[in-house]
């Protein structure tokens, strides 16, 4: 019988780490959470003091009862769950759960999953630290305040199922607000002009005008460009200033949290969800040799801080693959500019430096690669020497104007070595590439130049551009709002949510997200806001540090949250109305006008006269199918084309006498063997669209995406499905034989 037991979230963890610890310990998983507040209801007593009342997760009694009897029977109990917040909250909750002692219950923290990282962790055992569970418990309640009060507001607003986040929403405001300023962004004309030169000696080169009469040169028009045009053809070219100097650029530092989600989506077009379920694959241990190894240390920070032993190791192998000359004389160490940093751990790095990428390739799945060569790289490059450069400037004087050309050529490519690796596409530092303007060697101050040509630009001002998923959590960890944890959450959250739609790798909001966003900062501007919630993450930073009590802190929002949400009730009827867009069309059975509304299967049309009159009709598809279309099979009146709950549907327009439908097809065979049916778009109960046979249930045809009538040359299956890939572009695939074509 094993004298310690050991608890965990994961299975891969537990296999992992029992291997460091021998016969002593019994390790086992809690699954992640094991109680949660309710589902279906709202779990806070705001009359008491805001407590909270959690139950057991669903599914979950009998892991509970494996650790309980596993509890009783250890002489001491390890909670190792992950070390941030939420790592604490279920750390708590097991304890609270399975009635552990105190003197026999200790939390311990693993920053990685090794030997060491193990070892240390295990002689290092604390209490459970409740100023962190609380923390984590303020952001639950408040996230629970926000979503169970104001979602209902929604609901009666709009349509039911609709829901509103403290955090999510105010993502999806900043996303909103880009587009208006794209929207409304009106371009400015302006003009550059470069010249074309030659030296006495041959060579030539381009210069760019920078100034006239000692002045900025700012050219709006195409008639300011012709006047300076013609002075410069005329004008008399020598070189007045040659300029040679070195310049470094300084590797930067290791990733964290947020840098790590940039860089991942910037470069292979990975969710930031998708980045840190590999990164926590990563961490947990990856089956080497018959062996669990954890190849990088824990993923969730917002720390650049490394450890000493880290940074010597990282030193001897630069030193041994890289030589001498590639090693700083000190070692680099970084701290961050910003403010309320948590600094629990280190900056992300990996954990073995026997380990480099190209060893441990044949056991990791190609995303698991492609995340640790990023991670491996990134480390290894913040030890190493500056790349350095030589930057030569030269300056070209005609007649009333400054022309200007500077080059740079790489002398000593430092830690670019590393970080570029095998392909590093995209890399800022290939900004100062060398060759991208190659000037002449021979030339000095005095020297007389020929103009080959001029060549004039036509340009305009651009608008911000959209914001991907990696440029969105760059503003969200720069504006304060949001934490490493709950990145990646915040970001799918509002996706799932379809307030937010991913469009060729860029996030525009959707008509649902800019309606609910125009009510949630009309109805309440003083909570849905960048300021206000910046300030509640710093509020929940103070809880973890000890220096504020938490019931304190959700009161102090709960006051004005409750008397925002009161407002915002009282004026509901007004701003449902105000959401109403009125439409040139009249209705057919009473000739009022009719309005756009919402419902959860989108928009549609509505008489204005409701509810004397509740006639509606999809806002897409008229109910003007002629009778040579469509004829009722039962009393021969026109069919109309309607939008129901669950797709559409062709009713009978002499309704309510003749209540005959039939479903709607998209003119496709059913490309199932000895199946006579066609494809038809359905929905499910949550509105989301699929196609389908229509002789369901004798036919259990179904796919997602949208059918395309064409053979599969690889199989001859009769039909193909269109979809549409992350990076935006859209292809042809085979639901039988999973081909993939491209769409003619």
């Not at 917040?85 to 990685?112: D, M, Q, S, Y």
């Not at 190894?293 to 890289?322: H, K, Q």
């Not at 069919?639 to 669950?646: A, D, N, P, S």
Request: charged letters at 25%; proline letters at 6%.
């Amino acid at each position: 019988m094993s004298k310690n037991l050991l608890i965990v979230e994961s299975p891969s963890k537990a296999r992992t780490i029992k291997q460091y610890l021998g016969n002593d310990f019994q390790v086992l998983a809690s699954m992640g959470h094991i109680r949660d507040l309710p589902e279906k209801e709202f779990g806070i007593d705001i009359n008491k003091n805001f407590q909270p009342r959690y139950i057991t997760i669903k599914g979950k009694a009998k892991i509970i009862q494996q650790l309980k009897k596993a509890a009783q029977e250890a002489q001491k109990v390890y909670l190792a769950p992950d070390p941030d917040r939420e790592g604490e909250a279920i750390a708590w909750h097991i304890a609270t759960t399975i009635k552990i002692p105190p003197e026999r219950l200790h939390r311990v923290l693993f920053n990685e999953i090794t030997k060491s990282g193990v070892e240390y962790g295990i002689h290092h055992p604390r209490p459970i630290d409740f100023s962190l569970v609380n923390a984590q418990q303020a952001r639950r309640v408040l996230d629970r305040i926000v979503g169970y009060q104001v979602s209902p507001f929604l609901w009666r607003t709009l349509y039911r199922g609709l829901s509103a986040g403290r955090v999510q929403s105010v993502a999806v405001r900043i996303i909103c607000e880009r587009e208006a300023e794209i929207e409304n962004f009106v371009p400015q004309e302006f003009w550059g002009i470069d010249a074309l030169l030659k030296t006495a000696v041959g060579e030539t080169f381009t210069a760019h005008c920078v100034a006239f009469d000692g002045k900025k040169l700012q050219i709006p028009n195409q008639e300011a460009a012709q006047i300076h045009l013609a002075n410069l053809q005329s004008a008399a070219y020598s070189v007045s200033n040659v300029l040679d100097k070195e310049i470094s650029k300084s590797p930067a530092p290791p990733f964290t949290t947020s840098t790590l989600q940039q860089e991942a989506t910037r470069r292979f077009k990975f969710s930031p969800e998708r980045t840190m379920r590999i990164a926590q694959q990563l961490y947990e241990g990856v089956n080497i040799d018959g062996k669990a190894v954890g190849l990088i240390t824990y993923m969730r920070t917002d720390s650049v801080r490394i450890a000493t032993e880290a940074i010597n190791g990282i030193r001897d192998y630069i030193r041994t693959n890289f030589g001498q000359n590639y090693l700083p004389g000190t070692p680099r160490h970084f701290k961050t500019k910003k403010k309320n940093v948590q600094d629990a751990h280190e900056g992300i790095r990996p954990t073995h430096f026997n380990y480099p990428p190209a060893s441990v390739a044949p056991y990791l799945t190609p995303e698991q690669k492609k995340i640790y060569i990023l991670i491996w790289n990134r480390f290894t490059a913040c030890q190493m020497a500056a790349a350095v450069y030589k930057q030569r400037t030269i300056e070209v004087t005609a007649d009333r104007y400054l022309l200007r050309a500077i080059g740079n050529e790489l002398l000593f490519d430092g830690y670019l070595r590393a970080w570029r690796g095998e392909s590093q596409p995209g890399d800022d530092e290939k900004d100062l590439a060398e060759g991208k303007n190659q000037l002449p060697a021979m030339i000095k101050t005095g020297d007389h130049l020929d103009l080959i040509e001029l060549q004039p630009e036509q340009k305009f001002t651009e608008p911000p551009p959209r914001f991907t998923e990696g440029t969105l959590i760059k503003e969200l960890d720069n504006l304060g709002i949001g934490r490493p944890s709950t990145y990646a959450t915040i970001v799918s959250t509002i996706l799932a949510r379809k307030y937010v739609e991913r469009k060729q790798g860029y996030l525009y909001p959707s008509e649902l997200g800019k309606i609910v966003n125009k009510i949630l900062i009309t109805g309440m501007p003083e909570i849905f806001n960048v300021a206000f919630t910046a300030q509640m993450e710093e509020a929940l930073d103070e809880i973890a540090n000890n220096h504020k009590e938490w019931q304190r802190v959700v009161g102090d929002f709960y006051q004005p949250f409750s008397q925002a949400l009161n407002k915002m009730e009282s004026q509901r009827t007004e701003l449902k109305t105000g959401l109403q867009k009125k439409t040139d069309e009249v209705c057919e059975r009473c000739g009022a006008p009719l309005v756009v509304k919402w419902s959860k299967n989108g928009q549609f049309l509505a008489c204005s006269a409701f509810p004397k009159c509740n006639y509606t009709r999809s806002l897409n598809t008229p109910e003007t199918t002629s009778a040579s279309t469509k004829t009722c099979p039962q009393c021969g009146s026109p069919m109309v084309l309607k939008e129901g709950r669950f797709g559409r549907f062709w009713a009978c327009s002499n309704y309510p006498n003749c209540k005959t439908t039939e479903s709607w097809t998209l003119e496709i065979p059913c490309p199932e063997p000895d199946c006579d049916g066609q494809i038809v778009e359905k929905r499910t109960k949550r509105g989301k669209k699929f196609y389908a046979c229509n002789n369901f249930p004798q036919c259990q045809f179904a796919i997602w995406n949208e059918p395309v009538a064409r053979n599969c040359s690889n199989c001859g299956y009769s039909l193909l499905e269109r979809r549409t890939k992350r990076d935006g572009s859209v292809v042809l695939t085979c639901p039988h034989c999973h081909a993939e074509f491209e769409e003619e």
